[in-house]
């Protein structure tokens, strides 16, 4: 189902919400023709208190999905941010290591990230996986672990620079992990199973206007699509439209090469 946040957000949200809303004021339909109003007007008392305690559940149960999946989100944001910062780090301490190493340092950096902006981030918004170690990760490291300094200031800027270079192993990773989180399925069969039973519950409310009715129960419905559509889309925060952009990644190309044109 992951496929489906390929579908341009407005569009995907707005078919969410019509289908919702298009079987609950169905199913409203054909359960009026099913029971009587006397009879539903006659249980009026008692499924009005059922709906207030399975809607406060439910309202509970959505509340805790989308906390979880904020942060989920925020994780991925702030991995990016993380990993971003580590490569400009690296960037500009790169010009304190000896100069026989500095131009290979610095063109695997600077191909490190233009391959996460051009490459990986577009296959991650694709919902392909992202592998932990890449060949560019690898260069990376080749390239420091030539380095040979010298000097007291070289040694402590290197020191320093592998201290950071670590960090940047560790943020892709937890980019990486965070692209492929998940809600469990059980938790998204009580999702759509309580949504089913909580729908159900207002066909049970005893009016004889059944257009008056519709409205509420479209209503409802509308705003339980939307929900359920947003709790799917944050689910994967690095997939479809409405996820995590490469605009860190961008910046620190875009610095590197403002601030230091020569590299």
Do not use: C
């Amino acid at each position: 189902m992951i496929w489906l946040l390929q579908i341009p957000a407005p569009i995907l949200g707005f078919a969410t919400v019509a289908i919702v809303v298009g079987l609950s004021v169905g199913g409203l339909i054909l359960f009026r023709k099913a029971v009587s109003h006397t009879r539903l007007e006659n249980a009026n008392a008692v499924s009005g208190q059922v709906f207030q305690l399975a809607g406060i559940l439910y309202a509970v149960l959505v509340a805790f999905v989308v906390v979880v999946v904020w942060e989920q989100f925020g994780d991925a944001e702030n991995a990016t941010q993380a990993e971003a910062s580590a490569v400009a780090d690296l960037l500009r301490d790169s010009t304190a290591i000896p100069a026989a190493y500095r131009p290979e340092v610095q063109r695997s950096l600077v191909a490190y990230t233009e391959d996460v902006i051009n490459d990986e981030l577009p296959r991650m918004r694709a919902g392909q996986t992202i592998e932990e170690e890449s060949d560019h990760m690898t260069a990376v490291w080749t390239a420091f672990l030539k380095v040979q300094p010298e000097t007291r200031n070289e040694i402590a800027f290197f020191d320093h620079d592998i201290v950071k270079l670590n960090d940047l192993s560790a943020n892709r990773k937890l980019r990486v992990s965070t692209g492929e989180s998940a809600i469990p399925g059980e938790l998204w069969v009580l999702l759509l199973g309580g949504g089913v039973v909580v729908m159900a519950f207002t066909f049970m409310f005893g009016t004889r206007d059944l257009l008056i009715h519709a409205v509420g129960v479209a209503l409802t419905a509308a705003l339980m699509g939307f929900v359920l559509y947003l709790i799917f889309a944050l689910e994967h925060p690095f997939v479809g439209a409405l996820s995590v952009k490469p605009d860190a990644y961008v910046n620190v190309l875009q610095i590197w090469k403002d601030d230091l044109p020569h590299a």
